[in-house]
């Protein structure tokens, strides 16, 4: 049976071209569908700037909008295990990440549902005492919501609640080979009454559905999270048409081991920060930065940890990685660790698929550490979204701050040590937008979340995550009652 789409509040057949979405575990096929076509998403978005203008949805106070995600969220935690169950076939990701992921997705509706409640206006403080002055804020409109393929639900959520609870509509475009959680998300808020137009969902090619979902003129804010290049290329359609983004986009991040840092808790974390999610993650810790004298202490430990990684079937408890998202990306994997190779780089463990025949069908990739590359070489300069650590030795902290920040990206970074003012020192040398102190991938979605540098704009989550969906107006109250006396 073919999964149909949902189009300005209606289930259908896409009128584009087939796909589907495959399981990257052995290749087998999780769900086909047909793609939507550009006709669908003329019609979706049309659909769409007609439903947030309605009395409807624009007059409704803002617990009535919250209620909605407060029962999105209700729904996506009673069925916790269904969709984590689907995340896992639609991108490989082990149980117990997808399952974090879902209950991220529900804690996310929660938390804009009360900032939708809690919104305020401003009351500014006018110099002359005949003025009052109000500022207030309202919906933009049409958000094109553009999702990445690592992590579907949580992305969808941060783009879908924090827009809705401001008052808007949107139409997700999610990744080509993941489609099926937003679909989901869809059909939750459905069934927690979200009135009709205000959520399509349009999976298909970038080049061709996104594209013309973003170039459409009634679609007034891009929301995008995935590849810098792409990012650009929505910017500059952005900036053509003077419509707001927020971009979140590639990383490159350096992971910091100071010399008092404890071993264990360093190492473990490393580990997590570039294992986790096998690596395709736009956070990954993937370049790894130890004192000298502590070097050989650090990476012996490291070793001993990822080489007792468990790889295997995500539905498999235990699993610490699954499978890349497909054979093309492990074999883009792949061609930067036979870069590293062939530029010097000593390839101290993985650097292969594993060998493990009940793998074969699947697109694994073993974890991977390298050392030995100058720091301006391709594996350490550009974002390879995949298990593969590099290692480098550093004499201070003068040399390690040139060298963390020695790169085009700037969106996470990490420090182990025991001492907070040197964590706090660094941290504020660092660029980037997050920076964790003794902890690693950890988010609270009332934290702001974004970029710097070539990472990204804008930031989502926080109560400026709301704030970001919506436009400022300033209301202006004559106190005074004679006239103004100008035309005397």
């Known amino acids: ?4 789409i949902f189009i300005a509040g209606e289930w259908r057949q896409g009128r584009g071209d087939p796909m589907a979405s495959v399981f990257p575990a052995d290749g087998s096929v999780t769900a086909r569908l047909h793609a939507a076509s550009l006709e669908d998403v003329a019609e979706a978005i049309e659909a769409a ?36 169950a689907l995340q896992t076939r639609d991108n490989g990701k082990p149980l117990a990440e997808t399952r974090a992921l879902v209950a ?14 809690t919104l305020e206006g401003e009351l500014p403080t006018p110099r002359s005492g005949d003025l009052m002055t109000l500022s207030t804020y309202e919906p933009l409109g049409v958000i094109a919501a553009i999702t990445p393929w690592n992590s579907p639900i949580a992305s969808e959520m941060q783009k879908i609640a924090p827009a809705l609870a401001a008052g808007n509509a949107v139409v997700v475009k999610p990744a080509e080979a993941t489609p099926l959680l937003a679909l989901k998300l869809a059909e939750l808020f459905e069934e927690a009454g979200l009135p009709k137009g205000l959520l399509s969902v349009l999976p298909g090619r970038g080049r061709v559905i996104g594209e013309a979902i973003v170039r459409h003129p009634k679609v007034r804010k891009i929301s995008f999270t995935g590849g810098t290049s792409t990012g650009r290329h929505l910017a500059h359609i952005a900036a053509d048409k003077l419509i707001g983004t927020s971009l979140e986009l590639g990383g490159k991040s350096p992971t910091i081991v100071c010399e008092d840092a404890d071993l264990e808790e360093a190492t473990q974390g490393i580990a997590y920060g570039i294992f ?36 295997g079937h995500p539905e498999t408890p235990g699993t610490h990685l699954g499978p890349l998202v497909s054979p093309a990306h492990r074999d883009s994997v792949a061609a ?3 870069q590293a190779r062939a530029e010097g780089g000593r390839v101290l463990c993985g650097g292969q698929a594993p060998q493990d025949p009940e793998l074969a069908d699947g697109s694994y990739y073993l974890p991977t550490i390298i050392e030995g590359l100058p720091h301006d070489s391709a594996v350490c300069q550009e974002e390879i979204f995949g298990p593969v650590l590099v290692a480098m030795a550093y004499d201070d902290e003068e040399e390690l701050v040139g060298l963390a920040n020695d790169n085009v990206f700037g969106l996470a970074a990490g420090i182990w040590t025991a001492d907070y003012r ?49 436009q400022q107006k300033s209301l202006y109250l004559g106190l005074g009652t004679a006239p103004m006396g100008w035309a005397n």
């Open 276 to 311: 986790s999610s096998a690596g395709q993650a736009c956070i990954a810790g993937s370049r790894l930065f130890i004192p000298r004298r502590r070097y050989d202490e650090v990476m012996g430990r490291l070793l001993e940890i990822t080489q007792g990684l468990r790889i």
């Open 49 to 84: 700037d007609a439903a947030w203008r309605r009395p409807e949805w624009r007059d409704l106070v803002p617990h009535q909008r919250a209620s909605i995600l407060y029962r999105v969220s209700q729904l996506i935690e009673s069925r916790l295990e269904e969709l984590a």
């Open 104 to 117: 991220s997705a529900a804690g996310t509706a929660r938390y804009f549902a009360a900032a939708c409640e």
């Open 422 to 470: 040197r964590a706090l020192r660094l941290a504020a040398r660092l660029e980037a937008g997050t920076v964790w102190i003794n902890t690693y991938k950890k988010f609270a979605i009332s934290t702001p979340f974004g970029g710097f540098k070539e990472s990204g704009l804008g930031r989502e989550k926080g109560r400026q995550g709301i704030q970001a969906y919506m």
């Open 1 to 4: 049976m073919t999964q149909p």
């Open 336 to 338: 930067y660790v036979d």
